[in-house]
């Protein structure tokens, strides 16, 4: 009898146990983040890359751009759904001892040490919290992280947002185009 009721209770907490390993997890979108809150997403690494080895020359980094399936789905001509979330790697460019970027035989920048980790997200009213007002992108919100991915990054948002604002045509996204010319080839 001890061995029957033994066998109960293990089936019952693996059945427990397996029911909260497949509880999906809250869409990112459920929650009404504001700048500078927007977590980034543990998964992200697995998504389509948006656009690949993005050289700054100007400010000596490299950077890797990815984003959710959601976004990916957006057609050319199209603004970016609600739950589209992107995420950017920001490196330094690699260095000679005297200072000077190193190039790859491709003629770009050697990517060198992870500086920070920048998120972008679009959710219904995320936006609306922004101030100042004329730096609203929409629904999109910004947020920065140090190379550990955990520590909140000390740069101003209002920066991010003053440099998309131009893009309102473009649904506040830089290199739109190119990433839609990429995906057509």
């Known amino acids: 009898m001890k061995c029957v ?3 109960v209770t293990a089936m019952v907490l693996t059945t427990v146990l397996i029911g909260c390993a497949q509880v999906p997890p809250t869409p990112v979108t459920q929650i009404k983040y504001s700048d ?13 890359k948006f656009l690949s080895d993005i050289q700054r020359t100007d400010i000596k980094q490299v950077r890797e751009i990815y984003i959710n399936p959601i976004g990916h789905s957006t057609k050319m001509g199209e603004t970016f759904p609600n739950e589209t979330i992107s995420v ?4 330094k460019a690699r260095e000679a001892a005297d200072g000077t970027p190193l ?20 959710g219904a009213g995320w936006g609306d919290s ?15 992280y140090l190379a550990d991915a955990k520590t909140k990054a000390p740069d101003d948002t209002s920066t ?26």
């Open 88 to 91: 950017m790697e920001i490196y």
């Open 5 to 7: 009721k033994w066998m």
């Open 36 to 48: 500078g809150e927007l977590p980034i997403p543990p998964e992200y690494k697995s998504w389509p």
């Open 160 to 185: 991010c947002r003053a440099c998309h604002l131009p893009l309102t045509d473009k649904d506040y996204i830089f290199r739109y185009d190119e990433y839609f010319q990429k995906r057509a080839q």
């Open 103 to 122: 190039k790859g035989g491709d003629g770009k920048f050697v990517k060198g040490e992870l500086l920070k980790v920048a998120v972008m997200g679009k």
């Open 130 to 144: 922004v101030t100042p007002t004329e730096l609203r992108n929409g629904d999109w919100i910004y947020a920065m």
